[in-house]
């Protein structure tokens, strides 16, 4: 069987080669759309189906590159290759405003946004005199490839497939780098993403304007294809009907774009002349036949049609290329026994509860303190705190020499202090190796442009690397390859241990590691923590486990009801009354 990776380029060069078999006009054309569909379904598998957030508007945006398009080298007799950047560049400005404006809405305010935005550049491009109203732009001029017209059909379906599989081909690439991790964490909330110094705000921008790009190259495409532009195909009807492309094909796959553009062309045609001779009158009726269908995919292949295929392909495991990579840069280390964490009289007010009442503690280099108390004390509150998760109400936080009160969490990470979470949050599709390589994000620079051109492997090589170091640190290098969804408890602990260590931590915080543990487990986790404690880590432990706690750490903080009941080493804190009061709820 033919190696994966001459797929890409032998499937290209079969969908290059169509126009010069005997292929019927009308199939020519069929792909034509198939393509511009395509791409513009790409851009919502980025947005929708990677990123998490649902779009019905992106019609819209092809609106913007085929009216842009259309009037400047119609009215202006500006060069479409000019058009072509300039529709881009107008896409990349509204995108821009436009998410600035709506992209922070959660939930179902997003898509509400996306269908009012939608909207409004519908009735925006239908009303404009110089846009020619509901009539449009006629005589748009074919294009021109050094003398050679695309006017013909089968001239520009070479130049719409070399874009989308262009496109199809930067997207896959951009999946699988530094910034598509960031991407495809956008999904799994914000808090951990933030954690790891990832500004999740400028990453669902990205993946807005990308998609936002890609429609409006449709756009262009479509105008220069149809040599007439009209608003109807920009109306929020068609966004919904890019969206149910996006979602029958498979909304998180590459090549489902491809898959549900293909499948809604083909069989919109079909039922577009098969279904009024079987009904006896005119009318729309594929579109009731779609909402069905869509029904049907959600209910029983929720994944879309591509996962059918791809059951056929087998799946490629990394190949590990980064043996001999150079280091990634480090952090200078604080001092031994110096002062590296103090919290001065932080107070944390939710209303008219006082979860934490003026806490203070210090953590040294190279010391693992426990912050212990019963259910309700206010330990996570307090850790959220520190790390900036939670704004303060009052007091200090200062982490190396530095006030971090009131900086964002990844602001805090970029200070060199990493965290892991109570309740592990992670990205279960991706292996345990992308998922450790998140933590790598900060120390890393590569960007869209230079992912999507693959000009990022030597970086990707060194952060694999570092990845695949820090999960030896704990044990768990023969796992990397497992997706992370697959690992039972222990292990994805164990795993946000290693994602944090990958951000070459100052100090570590774990948030109740040992939650959920099985003995056996906890006996593992401890001996990695010892381990760190060896090679001069320093972590704050906020724990429920006394037994867990009492053997592994120097000092402990006790917290009750918000406050500090009591600080000392494990065996102070095991003599004193006022403790096993707390805990055992007798009198002090
Ligand atoms: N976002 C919030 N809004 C309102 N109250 C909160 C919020 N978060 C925590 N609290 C309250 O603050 C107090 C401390 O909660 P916190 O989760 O910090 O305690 P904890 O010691 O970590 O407990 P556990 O061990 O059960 O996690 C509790 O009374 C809790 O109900």
């Known amino acids: 069987m033919l190696p994966r990776r001459f797929w890409f380029p032998a499937f290209a060069l079969l969908v290059l080669a169509l126009p010069l078999l005997p292929v019927p006009e009308f199939w020519i054309t069929q792909a034509n759309y198939i393509g511009l569909y395509a791409l513009v379904s790409l851009g919502l598998v980025l947005l929708t189906g990677v990123a998490g957030l649902t779009s019905f508007g992106q019609a819209a945006f092809v609106g913007v590159g085929a009216y842009t398009s259309a009037y400047l080298s119609v009215s202006l007799g500006v060069s479409p290759w000019l058009t072509l950047f300039i529709g881009l560049a107008l896409a990349v400005v509204v995108a821009l405003v436009l998410g600035a404006l709506t992209l922070r809405m959660s939930g179902h305010y997003l898509p509400l946004a996306t269908i009012c935005w939608g909207l409004a550049l519908y009735y925006t491009m ?240 190279g010391d693992i303190m426990g912050l212990i108390g019963p259910n309700g004390a206010g330990k996570s509150t307090t850790f959220n705190l520190v790390s900036g998760v939670l704004p303060l109400t009052s007091g200090e936080v200062v982490f190396r020499g530095q006030n971090v009160a009131g900086l964002p969490s990844r602001a805090i990470a970029r200070l060199g202090m990493s965290r892991t979470f109570q309740h592990v949050k992670m990205i279960p599709e991706m292996t345990v190796l992308e998922n450790v390589a998140l933590g790598g994000y900060l120390r890393t620079s590569s960007g869209v442009a230079r992912a999507m051109l693959r000009l990022d492997r030597d970086e990707e090589r060194r952060l694999f690397a570092e990845a695949e170091k820090q999960l030896a640190r704990i044990g768990m290098a023969g796992q990397m390859h497992e997706l992370a969804g697959n690992l039972a408890l222990g292990p994805q602990r164990l795993m946000e241990i290693a994602r944090a260590l990958c951000t070459d931590p100052s100090l570590l915080l774990l948030d109740e590691p040992a939650a959920g543990l099985r003995l056996k487990e906890k006996q593992a986790l401890a001996d990695v923590l010892r381990q760190l404690k060896r090679e001069g880590l320093s972590i704050l432990l906020v724990e429920h486990d006394m037994d867990f706690v009492m053997g592994l750490v120097d000092h402990i903080v006790v917290m009750e009801f918000g406050t500090k009941l009591i600080a000392g080493t494990p065996a102070e804190v095991q003599a004193s009354p006022v403790v096993r009061a707390a805990y055992l709820g007798t009198e002090h």
């Open 126 to 365: 239908s009303n404009m005199e110089f846009l020619g109203k509901y009539d449009g732009i006629l005589g748009v001029p074919a294009l021109n490839f050094f003398g050679m017209s695309l006017a013909d059909g089968r001239a520009i379906y070479v130049l719409i497939w070399v874009i989308a599989l262009a496109a199809a081909l930067g997207v896959t690439h951009l999946l699988d780098s530094r910034p598509g991790r960031a991407i495809r964490s956008l999904k799994s909330g914000s808090t951990m993403a933030e954690a790891m110094g990832i500004s999740t705000f400028r990453y669902k921008l990205t993946a807005f304007v990308l998609a936002a790009m890609l429609a409006s190259v449709s756009g262009w495409l479509f105008a220069h294809l149809q040599r007439t532009v009209n608003p109807s195909p920009f109306s929020l009807g068609k966004g919904i009907e890019f969206l149910f492309m996006a979602v029958l094909g498979g909304v998180g796959h590459v090549w489902g774009a491809f898959t549900g553009a293909a499948v809604v062309k083909l069989v919109e045609d079909q039922l577009q002349v098969l279904l009024p001779k079987l009904i006896g009158t005119s009318g729309n009726f594929e579109i009731i036949v779609f909402g069905l269908v869509l029904v049907a995919v959600l209910k029983y292949a929720p994944e879309g049609l591509w996962t059918f295929v791809q059951r056929w392909v087998p799946s490629r495991q990394r190949t590990k290329d980064w043996e001999g990579a150079a280091p990634l840069p480090a952090r200078s280390k604080p001092e031994p026994g110096s002062v590296l964490l103090e919290a001065k009289a932080v107070r944390k007010q939710f209303g008219g509860l006082v979860a934490v009442n003026d806490v203070g503690f210090t953590i040294r280099a």
